[in-house]
Protein backbone atom coordinates (compact mmCIF):
# COMPACT_ATOMS: atom_id res chain seq x y z
CA UNK A 1 0.00 0.00 0.00
CA UNK A 2 1.29 3.53 -0.87
CA UNK A 3 1.78 5.77 1.84
CA UNK A 4 -1.00 9.06 1.47
CA UNK A 5 0.01 11.72 -0.33
CA UNK A 6 1.71 14.81 2.44
CA UNK A 7 -0.48 17.95 1.92
CA UNK A 8 0.46 21.10 3.42
CA UNK A 9 -2.56 23.70 3.25
CA UNK A 10 -1.44 27.42 4.23
CA UNK A 11 -3.34 30.70 3.95
CA UNK A 12 -2.81 33.61 6.21
CA UNK A 13 -5.99 34.38 8.88
CA UNK A 14 -8.49 36.11 7.69
CA UNK A 15 -10.69 36.04 4.05
CA UNK A 16 -7.34 33.88 2.73
CA UNK A 17 -7.78 31.12 5.63
CA UNK A 18 -11.82 31.37 5.17
CA UNK A 19 -11.32 30.19 1.78
CA UNK A 20 -8.41 27.55 2.01
CA UNK A 21 -11.17 25.59 4.79
CA UNK A 22 -13.74 25.44 1.94
CA UNK A 23 -11.20 23.35 -0.01
CA UNK A 24 -11.49 20.86 2.64
CA UNK A 25 -13.30 17.67 1.21
CA UNK A 26 -10.68 17.98 -1.65
CA UNK A 27 -7.84 16.54 0.65
CA UNK A 28 -9.64 13.33 1.70
CA UNK A 29 -7.64 10.55 1.94
CA UNK A 30 -4.26 12.67 2.71
CA UNK A 31 -2.13 13.53 5.41
CA UNK A 32 -3.14 16.82 5.86
CA UNK A 33 -1.41 19.57 7.55
CA UNK A 34 -2.68 22.95 8.25
CA UNK A 35 -0.69 26.02 8.58
CA UNK A 36 -1.84 30.18 9.00
CA UNK A 37 -0.68 33.03 10.72
CA UNK A 38 -3.23 32.75 13.97
CA UNK A 39 -2.71 29.99 16.43
CA UNK A 40 -6.66 30.35 17.31
CA UNK A 41 -7.28 29.47 13.96
CA UNK A 42 -6.21 25.36 14.62
CA UNK A 43 -9.94 25.03 15.93
CA UNK A 44 -11.47 26.35 12.38
CA UNK A 45 -9.09 23.91 10.18
CA UNK A 46 -10.03 21.20 13.13
CA UNK A 47 -13.85 21.62 12.53
CA UNK A 48 -13.86 22.55 8.84
CA UNK A 49 -11.52 19.01 8.19
CA UNK A 50 -14.63 16.91 10.38
CA UNK A 51 -17.71 19.12 8.87
CA UNK A 52 -15.95 17.17 5.98
CA UNK A 53 -15.22 13.53 7.28
CA UNK A 54 -11.98 13.99 7.36
CA UNK A 55 -9.42 13.55 10.93
CA UNK A 56 -8.01 17.30 12.25
CA UNK A 57 -5.52 18.29 11.04
CA UNK A 58 -2.01 19.10 12.94
CA UNK A 59 -1.74 22.70 13.06
CA UNK A 60 1.44 24.98 12.19
CA UNK A 61 1.56 28.72 13.24
CA UNK A 62 3.36 30.76 11.05
CA UNK A 63 4.40 34.35 11.34
CA UNK A 64 2.16 37.01 8.98
CA UNK A 65 4.27 39.10 7.19
CA UNK A 66 3.98 41.28 3.73
CA UNK A 67 7.17 42.55 1.43
CA UNK A 68 7.35 45.51 3.15
CA UNK A 69 8.18 43.71 6.49
CA UNK A 70 11.97 42.45 6.07
CA UNK A 71 12.04 41.75 10.01
CA UNK A 72 8.94 39.56 10.16
CA UNK A 73 9.18 37.96 6.70
CA UNK A 74 12.64 36.35 7.63
CA UNK A 75 10.64 35.12 10.68
CA UNK A 76 8.52 33.89 8.18
CA UNK A 77 10.93 31.93 5.82
CA UNK A 78 12.19 30.09 9.12
CA UNK A 79 8.57 29.04 10.45
CA UNK A 80 8.47 27.88 6.68
CA UNK A 81 11.35 26.11 5.85
CA UNK A 82 11.58 24.18 9.28
CA UNK A 83 7.94 23.13 8.38
CA UNK A 84 9.73 22.18 4.74
CA UNK A 85 12.05 20.12 6.50
CA UNK A 86 10.26 18.17 9.01
CA UNK A 87 7.20 17.54 7.00
CA UNK A 88 8.50 17.27 3.41
CA UNK A 89 5.03 17.84 1.72
CA UNK A 90 4.22 16.30 -1.82
CA UNK A 91 1.72 18.62 -2.30
CA UNK A 92 1.61 22.74 -1.43
CA UNK A 93 -1.33 24.34 -1.67
CA UNK A 94 -1.66 27.92 -0.98
CA UNK A 95 -4.55 30.98 -1.59
CA UNK A 96 -2.65 33.27 -0.38
CA UNK A 97 -0.98 35.75 0.54
CA UNK A 98 2.97 36.60 1.11
CA UNK A 99 3.58 33.34 4.00
CA UNK A 100 1.86 30.86 1.31
CA UNK A 101 3.74 32.50 -1.47
CA UNK A 102 6.71 31.52 0.15
CA UNK A 103 5.63 27.92 1.06
CA UNK A 104 5.16 27.71 -2.29
CA UNK A 105 8.21 28.68 -3.64
CA UNK A 106 9.82 26.76 -1.06
CA UNK A 107 7.63 23.93 -1.67
CA UNK A 108 8.77 23.78 -5.38
CA UNK A 109 12.48 23.76 -4.49
CA UNK A 110 12.34 20.43 -2.24
CA UNK A 111 10.51 18.44 -4.58
CA UNK A 112 6.63 19.32 -4.02
CA UNK A 113 3.78 19.86 -6.76
CA UNK A 114 2.30 23.25 -6.01
CA UNK A 115 -1.05 24.88 -6.56
CA UNK A 116 -1.53 28.28 -6.41
CA UNK A 117 -5.12 29.53 -5.65
CA UNK A 118 -5.69 33.64 -6.66
CA UNK A 119 -8.37 34.52 -4.13
CA UNK A 120 -11.58 35.13 -4.96
CA UNK A 121 -11.22 38.91 -3.65
CA UNK A 122 -9.10 39.73 -6.82
CA UNK A 123 -11.91 40.00 -9.44
CA UNK A 124 -10.47 42.10 -11.85
CA UNK A 125 -7.26 41.22 -12.07
CA UNK A 126 -4.68 38.66 -10.47
CA UNK A 127 -3.43 39.60 -6.92
CA UNK A 128 0.35 40.32 -7.39
CA UNK A 129 1.60 37.53 -5.47
CA UNK A 130 -0.78 35.07 -7.70
CA UNK A 131 1.31 36.54 -10.86
CA UNK A 132 4.75 35.39 -9.02
CA UNK A 133 3.52 32.30 -8.15
CA UNK A 134 2.25 31.14 -11.22
CA UNK A 135 5.39 30.79 -12.65
CA UNK A 136 5.78 28.13 -9.52
CA UNK A 137 3.01 26.43 -9.59
CA UNK A 138 1.94 23.11 -10.99
CA UNK A 139 -1.79 24.23 -11.00
CA UNK A 140 -2.24 27.53 -10.98
CA UNK A 141 -5.54 28.68 -10.61
CA UNK A 142 -7.77 31.76 -10.54
CA UNK A 143 -11.45 31.62 -8.86
CA UNK A 144 -12.76 34.24 -12.07
CA UNK A 145 -13.57 32.71 -15.41
CA UNK A 146 -12.98 36.06 -17.21
CA UNK A 147 -9.08 36.11 -16.13
CA UNK A 148 -8.36 32.42 -17.53
CA UNK A 149 -5.71 32.70 -20.04
CA UNK A 150 -4.42 30.37 -22.83
CA UNK A 151 -0.94 30.20 -20.64
CA UNK A 152 -2.58 30.44 -17.16
CA UNK A 153 -4.04 30.92 -14.49
CA UNK A 154 -6.56 28.05 -14.73
CA UNK A 155 -10.51 28.80 -14.20
CA UNK A 156 -11.60 25.39 -12.30
CA UNK A 157 -14.48 26.73 -10.35
CA UNK A 158 -14.82 29.30 -6.70
CA UNK A 159 -14.51 28.60 -3.16
CA UNK A 160 -18.35 29.52 -3.32
CA UNK B 1 -27.07 43.18 17.40
CA UNK B 2 -25.50 44.51 14.24
CA UNK B 3 -21.95 43.80 14.25
CA UNK B 4 -19.49 46.20 12.55
CA UNK B 5 -16.06 44.10 11.45
CA UNK B 6 -13.55 45.85 9.26
CA UNK B 7 -10.69 43.24 8.29
CA UNK B 8 -8.07 40.58 10.09
CA UNK B 9 -5.12 43.58 9.13
CA UNK B 10 -5.32 47.01 8.29
CA UNK B 11 -7.31 49.08 9.84
CA UNK B 12 -10.21 51.28 8.40
CA UNK B 13 -11.21 54.71 10.12
CA UNK B 14 -13.25 55.72 7.80
CA UNK B 15 -15.64 52.88 8.27
CA UNK B 16 -16.10 53.09 11.85
CA UNK B 17 -15.91 56.67 11.72
CA UNK B 18 -18.81 57.00 9.26
CA UNK B 19 -21.15 54.11 11.56
CA UNK B 20 -20.16 56.52 14.52
CA UNK B 21 -21.57 59.25 12.65
CA UNK B 22 -25.30 57.11 11.64
CA UNK B 23 -25.17 56.10 15.75
CA UNK B 24 -25.35 59.40 16.61
CA UNK B 25 -28.32 60.38 14.57
CA UNK B 26 -30.11 57.08 14.35
CA UNK B 27 -29.45 56.08 18.31
CA UNK B 28 -28.88 52.61 16.88
CA UNK B 29 -25.10 52.72 18.78
CA UNK B 30 -26.06 50.66 22.16
CA UNK B 31 -27.08 47.79 19.36
CA UNK B 32 -23.42 47.90 17.68
CA UNK B 33 -20.44 45.52 18.38
CA UNK B 34 -17.26 46.94 16.32
CA UNK B 35 -14.09 44.71 15.58
CA UNK B 36 -12.14 47.53 14.87
CA UNK B 37 -8.16 46.17 15.19
CA UNK B 38 -6.08 47.70 17.21
CA UNK B 39 -4.12 49.97 14.62
CA UNK B 40 -7.11 52.14 14.68
CA UNK B 41 -6.54 55.81 15.26
CA UNK B 42 -10.70 56.81 15.63
CA UNK B 43 -12.24 55.22 18.72
CA UNK B 44 -16.04 55.48 18.19
CA UNK B 45 -18.36 57.52 20.86
CA UNK B 46 -21.58 56.10 20.32
CA UNK B 47 -20.54 52.00 19.65
CA UNK B 48 -18.91 49.59 22.02
CA UNK B 49 -15.65 48.53 19.82
CA UNK B 50 -12.59 45.39 20.42
CA UNK B 51 -9.68 45.44 18.70
CA UNK B 52 -10.03 41.44 17.72
CA UNK B 53 -11.93 38.71 18.39
CA UNK B 54 -10.84 34.91 18.49
CA UNK B 55 -11.92 33.12 15.81
CA UNK B 56 -14.47 31.27 17.50
CA UNK B 57 -16.06 34.30 19.09
CA UNK B 58 -16.16 36.02 15.83
CA UNK B 59 -18.21 33.34 14.30
CA UNK B 60 -20.74 33.23 17.63
CA UNK B 61 -21.14 37.28 17.27
CA UNK B 62 -21.61 36.75 13.20
CA UNK B 63 -24.22 33.94 14.10
CA UNK B 64 -26.10 35.99 16.37
CA UNK B 65 -26.23 39.61 14.58
CA UNK B 66 -29.60 40.64 12.70
CA UNK B 67 -26.77 42.72 10.59
CA UNK B 68 -23.41 42.79 9.66
CA UNK B 69 -21.40 45.84 8.46
CA UNK B 70 -18.26 45.77 6.71
CA UNK B 71 -15.05 46.66 4.92
CA UNK B 72 -15.54 44.77 0.85
CA UNK B 73 -13.55 41.72 2.14
CA UNK B 74 -14.27 38.36 1.15
CA UNK B 75 -13.52 36.81 4.93
CA UNK B 76 -16.30 39.20 5.54
CA UNK B 77 -18.95 38.09 2.68
CA UNK B 78 -18.48 34.50 2.77
CA UNK B 79 -19.16 34.15 6.26
CA UNK B 80 -22.79 36.61 5.71
CA UNK B 81 -23.29 34.12 3.39
CA UNK B 82 -22.39 30.98 5.20
CA UNK B 83 -25.01 32.38 8.15
CA UNK B 84 -27.29 33.93 6.02
CA UNK B 85 -27.21 37.48 7.52
CA UNK B 86 -27.43 40.34 5.27
CA UNK B 87 -24.25 42.07 4.97
CA UNK B 88 -23.43 46.46 4.01
CA UNK B 89 -20.08 46.61 2.88
CA UNK B 90 -17.79 49.64 2.19
CA UNK B 91 -14.78 49.05 -0.30
CA UNK B 92 -11.58 50.19 0.81
CA UNK B 93 -9.49 52.57 -1.79
CA UNK B 94 -6.23 52.31 -2.76
CA UNK B 95 -6.11 55.85 -3.47
CA UNK B 96 -6.68 56.27 0.06
CA UNK B 97 -4.15 54.20 0.96
CA UNK B 98 -6.49 51.49 2.56
CA UNK B 99 -5.22 48.40 0.48
CA UNK B 100 -2.75 48.26 -2.27
CA UNK B 101 -5.22 48.49 -4.93
CA UNK B 102 -9.16 48.41 -5.62
CA UNK B 103 -9.85 45.09 -5.74
CA UNK B 104 -12.74 45.95 -2.73
CA UNK B 105 -14.32 48.23 -5.25
CA UNK B 106 -14.42 45.36 -7.56
CA UNK B 107 -15.46 43.31 -5.09
CA UNK B 108 -18.25 44.94 -4.36
CA UNK B 109 -18.84 45.33 -7.72
CA UNK B 110 -19.68 41.89 -8.36
CA UNK B 111 -21.24 40.82 -5.29
CA UNK B 112 -23.42 43.59 -4.51
CA UNK B 113 -26.35 42.16 -6.96
CA UNK B 114 -26.59 38.95 -4.95
CA UNK B 115 -29.00 38.40 -2.15
CA UNK B 116 -28.25 39.90 1.24
CA UNK B 117 -25.23 41.93 0.01
CA UNK B 118 -25.53 45.55 0.09
CA UNK B 119 -22.78 47.76 -1.32
CA UNK B 120 -22.26 51.66 -0.15
CA UNK B 121 -19.83 52.96 -2.51
CA UNK B 122 -18.88 55.85 -0.08
CA UNK B 123 -19.20 56.50 3.32
CA UNK B 124 -21.44 59.16 2.57
CA UNK B 125 -24.17 56.27 1.06
CA UNK B 126 -23.71 54.46 4.23
CA UNK B 127 -26.37 55.61 6.22
CA UNK B 128 -28.76 55.52 3.90
CA UNK B 129 -28.15 52.06 2.98
CA UNK B 130 -28.15 51.36 6.53
CA UNK B 131 -31.33 53.02 7.19
CA UNK B 132 -33.07 51.37 3.95
CA UNK B 133 -31.59 47.72 4.83
CA UNK B 134 -32.96 48.03 8.38
CA UNK B 135 -36.57 49.14 6.88
CA UNK B 136 -36.92 46.22 4.79
CA UNK B 137 -35.48 44.04 7.27
CA UNK B 138 -38.65 44.90 9.53
CA UNK B 139 -40.95 45.51 7.25
CA UNK B 140 -39.80 41.81 5.51
CA UNK B 141 -37.34 39.63 7.07
CA UNK B 142 -37.00 36.57 5.24
CA UNK B 143 -36.28 39.13 1.89
CA UNK B 144 -33.37 40.78 3.69
CA UNK B 145 -31.94 37.81 5.34
CA UNK B 146 -31.53 34.49 3.11
CA UNK B 147 -32.03 31.73 4.87
CA UNK B 148 -33.24 29.36 2.23
CA UNK B 149 -30.11 30.70 0.92
CA UNK B 150 -27.20 29.53 3.13
CA UNK B 151 -23.77 29.01 1.04
CA UNK B 152 -22.85 25.63 1.63
CA UNK B 153 -19.63 25.12 3.96
CA UNK B 154 -17.62 23.87 0.77
CA UNK B 155 -16.29 25.06 -2.42
CA UNK B 156 -17.98 24.31 -5.44
CA UNK B 157 -17.40 20.62 -5.88
CA UNK B 158 -15.97 21.32 -9.46
CA UNK B 159 -13.35 22.94 -7.76
CA UNK B 160 -12.86 20.24 -5.27
CA UNK B 161 -12.32 18.00 -8.31
CA UNK B 162 -10.10 19.50 -10.15
CA UNK B 163 -7.75 19.41 -6.69
CA UNK B 164 -8.60 16.07 -6.15
CA UNK B 165 -7.85 14.83 -9.84
CA UNK B 166 -4.04 16.99 -8.99
CA UNK B 167 -3.75 14.77 -5.86
CA UNK B 168 -4.23 11.74 -7.81
CA UNK B 169 -1.87 12.64 -10.39
CA UNK B 170 1.90 11.53 -9.38
Not at chain 1, 4 to 21: D, E, N, R, W
Request: charged share 20%; proline share 6%; glycine share 6%.
Amino acid sequence: MTRPTKVLAIASAGGHFVQLCRLMPAWEGCDLRVASSDRALEREAAEAAQAAGLPAPRFHQVTEANRWQPVRLFRTVFNVTRLMVTFRPDVVVTTGAAPGYLALRMGRLIGARTIWIDSIANAEQLSLSGRKAGPHADLWLTQWSHLETESGPKYKGSVL
Amino acid sequence: MIFLTIGTHEPFDRLIRAVDQWCARSGRGSDILGQITDRATYQPEHFRAVAALDPQTYRKTCEEASLIISHAGMGSIITAMTYGKPIVVLPRRGHLNETRNDHQHATAERFGGRRGVYVALTEDDLPNVLDEVLANADASPTETTPQDALLSPFADPNLIAALRDFIQQK
